[in-house]
C-alpha cells in the first residue's frame, strides 16, 4: 500500500510538472541564481542525509528526447546558459553547453548538481539520470558521489534543455548519458581559450576538487598497465581497454598488455579484438598459457567451436607444458568438444536441468554464467502473412520435443543478483506514458544502457527488435553518438523481455527478467501455440511440444495460461494486440458475469483455511481437512457455469487443483489426490504447461504407489515418458523426477518399497 501511494504521488509530480510548460520570470530568475542555487543545493544535501530514502528512479524516459542529435564539440556549436530560457522543455538541438560542476552531487532521483558556463552570468541545477551503473544496498557516500562528478569537472551538455521540475523550478537535464561528456584539458582549450571563469568556486568546496594526480617516475607502458589494472578490477572493462592502448605504444612487443587488453575485450564481448589481441601475444610467446586461454574464449564467443578445437590440438600435440598447463589445456579441449557438439545437435545435460526443477533448486550460475553453446534449430525468421511483423518459421518438420532455440540472454537480471533494498527502491518511469516498472525492468534497462555504451557494436542486432507502434525497428547501426537511446531502449525491453514477476508487490518474489535476442522474434498464442520455453540462468531454451510442419509459425504464449481472461487481455493489449487462440476465443464468447462469478469462486477457494505440515524441503502449507469440501463445492460450481465447456479449456483451475491434490495427500487421501492430479492432467495435456506436467505426472504415480495401486502407477511410466520428452527432448528426465520420490521416500513422507521405482524401470 505504501509503495501505491508513493507512485500516485510520483504520477502527480509528473502531471504537475509537465503542466507547467512555461516558466515565469520570477521562476527562471531564481533558478538561475547562483547564490540561492548553492543554498538549495546544500539544503536538498543535508535533508538527503537525514530522510529514509524509500523509492528511487533509477530510469527515466523523457517524451521530448525521442533520439538523440549529432553534436560536434567545436565552438561554433557552444551556446551560453542564458539562452536555455528560450529552450524550456524543449532541446536546443545541435548544440551544447560547455559548463562546470560547483558543488558535489547528491543522488535521489537523478545525479544532482549545480553547474555555471565561463560567463558566470547565470547558474543551473543539472540532472542526469540512468548514470549509476551499480546499485549498492546502501545509499552512496559524498565522497562516492564526488568521485563520479567530483567538483569543477568540466562538462559538455549536449543537445540541452531545461525540464521544468516537480518544485516549480528549472534543471538543466539529461536522460541520455552519452550526452555528457567530460572535457580534457586539451579539448577546453579549443573550446574556451582562455581558460578562465568568471566566478572562482566556493572555498568550502575547495577539498572536493580532484587534483591531477603526481605521476611517479616510472615507465609510460608501466604507468598505463598499472592504470589499466586498476580499471579492470573495478569491472570498468571499457576503460581498461583504452588504458592498455596507451601502453602499446611505449611497448608493443609487450605481451602481458596484449593478454590483459584481450581479457578486457572479453568481458564487453567485443570478440574480434580479443582473438586478434590474443593471437598477437602468441605471436611473441607461443606457450603464454593466458594467451592460448584467451584466444580459445573468442573464438567461443565467435562461436568457431571447430576453429578452437584444431587450435587446441595443435597446442597440445606441438607444444611441450608443464603438467598444470597440460591439465589446462585437455579441460579447454574436453569443454570446446561439449560446446561443437551442442552447436551443432543441440545435446544439453537436460538430466541435470530437470534435477533442479523437480527439486526447484536454484541453478548456481558461477563466475562466468553457464557454460554451454547456443544453437539455433532449421528455422528462418522473415515477415508473416498476418501483418504480425516478423514471425520465426520452420524449414523442416520439427517432432515435439525437438530443441528449436538454446540461446544465452544480450541482458539478463536474476532475483539472487539483485539485493533487497534494490528491490525495494528501484523503478523506473516513462514520462510519455506514466508507466512505472519494477526494479528487475529497471535493472535489465540499466544493464543494456550500460553494454551498449561499452559495446556500440552490439546495438546491431538489439535494435533490429520490435520497440513498439511508435518506433519503427532499425535495420542499421545508429550513429556512435546515438548508440544510447533510452526511449527505444525502454520500449524493446518492454515488448521483448522473457520474465516471471512484475508489478509493485514486494511480496511477489520476482525472478528475473532478460532479452534474447532471436527468440524474440517469435509471435504469440496463448493456447494454439506449438512451442514452450523455460530458462535456467542466462540461458533460455525453447523447444516444439507439437508436431511442427516445414513453414509453419514457431508460436509460444507470452501469458501464463491458467490466467483470467482479463488478465491475459491484459498483458497483450500492453504488447499491442489481441490473441484469437481457441481459449481467447471461447473466453470472449461468455458473458461477463461468468467471468466475474469464476473469479469470485476462485478467490473464495484461494482464501480457504490452511495448516502447515512437515515436507521433504521443510514445512508445506496445506488446505485443513473440513476445507477440501468446501473446495470441491466450489470446483463443481465453476465447471457449471459453462456446461458443455470442454475440459481442455479449465487451464484457470490448475492451482485450485493442484492445492486440492496436496492437500488430499497430506492428510493421508492418496486417492483422492490421485482424482484431482489426474484433472488436472487432462485439463493441461494440450498445454504450453509441458514441465508443469512432468511435476503432476511424478505426483499421480507417488499418489498411487502410496496408495498401493501398483498396476495403475505402471501406465503412468509410458506417460511421463512422452511428457518428459516433451518438456526436455529426453526421457532421462524422467529419472530426475522420479528422484523427488525417493527425496519423499527418505524424509520418511512416504513409506512404499523403493525397489518399487526399478521394478517400474524408472
Given at each position: 500500500?505504501?509503495?501505491?501511494?508513493?507512485?500516485?504521488?510520483?504520477?502527480?509530480?509528473?502531471?504537475?510538472?509537465?503542466?507547467?510548460?512555461?516558466?515565469?520570470?520570477?521562476?527562471?530568475?531564481?533558478?538561475?541564481?547562483?547564490?540561492?542555487?548553492?543554498?538549495?543545493?546544500?539544503?536538498?544535501?543535508?535533508?538527503?542525509?537525514?530522510?529514509?530514502?524509500?523509492?528511487?528512479?533509477?530510469?527515466t524516459v523523457t517524451p521530448t528526447l525521442h533520439s538523440s542529435f549529432p553534436v560536434a564539440l567545436i565552438p561554433m556549436n557552444c551556446i551560453p546558459l542564458s539562452q536555455l530560457d528560450r529552450h524550456i522543455n524543449k532541446p536546443v538541438k545541435g548544440k551544447f553547453i560547455l559548463c562546470r560542476t560547483i558543488v558535489p552531487p547528491f543522488k535521489m532521483n537523478a545525479l544532482g548538481t549545480v553547474v555555471e558556463d565561463p560567463s558566470g552570468t547565470i547558474a543551473t541545477r543539472l540532472s542526469i539520470y540512468n548514470f549509476i551503473k551499480v546499485v549498492k544496498k546502501e545509499a552512496l557516500s559524498m565522497e562516492e558521489l564526488n568521485d563520479l562528478l567530483p567538483v569543477g569537472t568540466v562538462l559538455a551538455i549536449k543537445n540541452p534543455w531545461f525540464k521544468t521540475t516537480a518544485d516549480n523550478g528549472l534543471s538543466l537535464r539529461c536522460d541520455n548519458p552519452e550526452e555528457v561528456v567530460r572535457i580534457s584539458d586539451e579539448l577546453l582549450a579549443e573550446l574556451h581559450p582562455s581558460g578562465k571563469w568568471s566566478n572562482s568556486i566556493l572555498e568550502k568546496y575547495h577539498t572536493f576538487i580532484k587534483k591531477k594526480p603526481v605521476e611517479p617516475k616510472i615507465p609510460p607502458a608501466e604507468l598505463w598497465r598499472q592504470q589499466g589494472n586498476e580499471f579492470f578490477v573495478k569491472k570498468e572493462y571499457h576503460e581498461a581497454a583504452k588504458s592498455y592502448t596507451k601502453a602499446l605504444p611505449f611497448s608493443p612487443?609487450?605481451?602481458?598488455?596484449?593478454?590483459?587488453?584481450?581479457?578486457?575485450?572479453?568481458?564487453?564481448?567485443?570478440?574480434?579484438?580479443?582473438?586478434?589481441?590474443?593471437?598477437?601475444?602468441?605471436?611473441?610467446?607461443?606457450?603464454?598459457?593466458?594467451?592460448?586461454?584467451?584466444?580459445?574464449?573468442?573464438?567461443?564467443?565467435?562461436?568457431?567451436?571447430?576453429?578452437?578445437?584444431?587450435?587446441?590440438?595443435?597446442?597440445?600435440?606441438?607444444?611441450?607444458?608443464?603438467?598444470?598447463?597440460?591439465?589446462?589445456?585437455?579441460?579447454?579441449?574436453?569443454?570446446?568438444?561439449?560446446?561443437?557438439?551442442?552447436?551443432?545437435?543441440?545435446?544439453?545435460?537436460?538430466?541435470?536441468?530437470?534435477?533442479?526443477?523437480?527439486?526447484?533448486?536454484?541453478?548456481?550460475?558461477?563466475?562466468?554464467?553457464?557454460?554451454?553453446?547456443?544453437?539455433?534449430?532449421?528455422?528462418?525468421?522473415?515477415?508473416?502473412?498476418?501483418?504480425?511483423?516478423?514471425?520465426?518459421?520452420?524449414?523442416?518438420?520439427?517432432?515435439?520435443?525437438?530443441?528449436?532455440?538454446?540461446?544465452?540472454?544480450?541482458a539478463?537480471?536474476?532475483?539472487?543478483?539483485?539485493?533487497?533494498?534494490?528491490?525495494?527502491?528501484?523503478?523506473?518511469?516513462?514520462?510519455?506514458?506514466?508507466?512505472?516498472?519494477?526494479?528487475?525492468?529497471?535493472?535489465?534497462?540499466?544493464?543494456?544502457?550500460?553494454?551498449?555504451?561499452?559495446?556500440?557494436?552490439?546495438?546491431?542486432?538489439?535494435?533490429?527488435?520490435?520497440?513498439?507502434?511508435?518506433?519503427?525497428?532499425?535495420n542499421e547501426l545508429p550513429r556512435e553518438d546515438s548508440v544510447v537511446d533510452i526511449r527505444r531502449i525502454d520500449a524493446i525491453c518492454t515488448y521483448n523481455t522473457f520474465g516471471y514477476g512484475s508489478g509493485f508487490d514486494l511480496s511477489e518474489k520476482v525472478r528475473f527478467g532478460g532479452i534474447w535476442l532471436k527468440p524474440s522474434f517469435i509471435n504469440h498464442s496463448c493456447y494454439d501455440c506449438n512451442a514452450h520455453w523455460m530458462t535456467h540462468g542466462d540461458f533460455i531454451f525453447i523447444r516444439a511440444f507439437k508436431y511442427i510442419h516445414p513453414g509453419e509459425e514457431i508460436t509460444i504464449s507470452y501469458c501464463p495460461i491458467q490466467s483470467f481472461y482479463s488478465e491475459r487481455k491484459e498483458i497483450c493489449n500492453k504488447f499491442g494486440f489481441d490473441c484469437y487462440c481457441s481459449l481467447c476465443v471461447l473466453d470472449r464468447a461468455?458473458?461477463?458475469?461468468?467471468?466475474?462469478?469464476?473469479?469470485?469462486?476462485?478467490?473464495?477457494?484461494?482464501?480457504?483455511?490452511?495448516?502447515?505440515?512437515?515436507?521433504?524441503?521443510?514445512?508445506?502449507e496445506i488446505l485443513q481437512l473440513e476445507s477440501l469440501e468446501t473446495l470441491e463445492a466450489i470446483v463443481t460450481k465453476i465447471e457449471k457455469l459453462t456446461l458443455g465447456r470442454p475440459l481442455q479449456y479449465y487451464p484457470f483451475l490448475h492451482h485450485v487443483l493442484h492445492a486440492g491434490a496436496s492437500s488430499y495427500f497430506g492428510h493421508g487421501n492418496f486417492m483422492k489426490s490421485y482424482e484431482f492430479l489426474e484433472k488436472n492432467w487432462n485439463i493441461l495435456k494440450k498445454s504450453p504447461l509441458q514441465k508443469e506436467l512432468c511435476g503432476i505426472s511424478v505426483n499421480a504415480m507417488g499418489s498411487l504407489l502410496q496408495a498401493k495401486q501398483i498396476g495403475k502407477a505402471r501406465k503412468w511410466v509410458k506417460v511421463m515418458e512422452e511428457v518428459a520428452l516433451k518438456a526436455y527432448g529426453t526421457q532421462s528426465a524422467l529419472g530426475a523426477y522420479a528422484n523427488t520420490l525417493r527425496m519423499m521416500l527418505q524424509a520418511g513422507i512416504m513409506d512404499f518399497s523403493s525397489v518399487l521405482l526399478e521394478d517400474l524401470e524408472i
Open positions: 500500500m505504501e509503495v501505491e501511494v508513493h507512485i500516485q504521488k510520483m504520477k502527480e509530480m509528473m502531471d504537475a510538472a509537465q503542466s507547467n510548460q512555461i516558466a515565469s520570470d520570477y521562476t527562471i530568475r531564481q533558478y538561475t541564481d547562483r547564490n540561492f542555487l548553492v543554498k538549495d543545493h546544500v539544503e536538498c544535501a543535508e535533508r538527503m542525509k537525514h530522510m529514509k530514502a524509500q523509492y528511487i528512479v533509477q530510469h612487443d609487450n605481451v602481458d598488455v596484449l593478454t590483459n587488453r584481450a581479457a578486457a575485450y572479453l568481458n564487453i564481448e567485443m570478440y574480434e579484438l580479443s582473438l586478434a589481441d590474443a593471437s598477437a601475444a602468441l605471436l611473441l610467446d607461443p606457450t603464454h598459457v593466458k594467451a592460448i586461454f584467451r584466444k580459445t574464449k573468442s573464438l567461443w564467443g565467435l562461436k568457431k567451436y571447430k576453429e578452437a578445437l584444431i587450435f587446441l590440438t595443435h597446442q597440445s600435440t606441438v607444444k611441450n607444458f608443464p603438467p598444470k598447463s597440460a591439465k589446462l589445456l585437455q579441460s579447454w579441449t574436453s569443454t570446446t568438444k561439449t560446446f561443437l557438439t551442442q552447436s551443432v545437435e543441440g545435446k544439453y545435460p537436460m538430466k541435470e536441468i530437470a534435477t533442479l526443477d523437480a527439486t526447484m533448486l536454484p541453478l548456481d550460475l558461477g563466475p562466468g554464467g553457464l557454460g554451454w553453446a547456443e544453437y539455433e534449430g532449421h528455422i528462418e525468421i522473415k515477415d508473416t502473412e498476418d501483418e504480425k511483423g516478423r514471425g520465426v518459421f520452420s524449414t523442416e518438420p520439427l517432432e515435439p520435443g525437438q530443441l528449436i532455440f538454446a540461446s544465452k540472454a544480450f539478463y537480471v536474476s532475483f539472487a543478483e539483485s539485493n533487497s533494498k534494490a528491490r525495494e527502491t528501484l523503478f523506473s518511469i516513462n514520462t510519455e506514458n506514466k508507466l512505472m516498472k519494477d526494479f528487475v525492468s529497471s535493472e535489465l534497462i540499466n544493464a543494456v544502457v550500460h553494454k551498449l555504451r561499452a559495446n556500440p557494436e552490439k546495438g546491431r542486432e538489439f535494435y533490429q527488435l520490435y520497440a513498439g507502434p511508435e518506433l519503427r525497428s532499425l461468455e458473458p461477463e458475469f461468468v467471468h466475474k462469478k469464476r473469479k469470485e469462486l476462485m478467490e473464495e477457494a484461494e482464501s480457504l483455511p490452511k495448516m502447515k505440515i512437515p515436507g521433504s524441503q521443510g514445512t508445506v
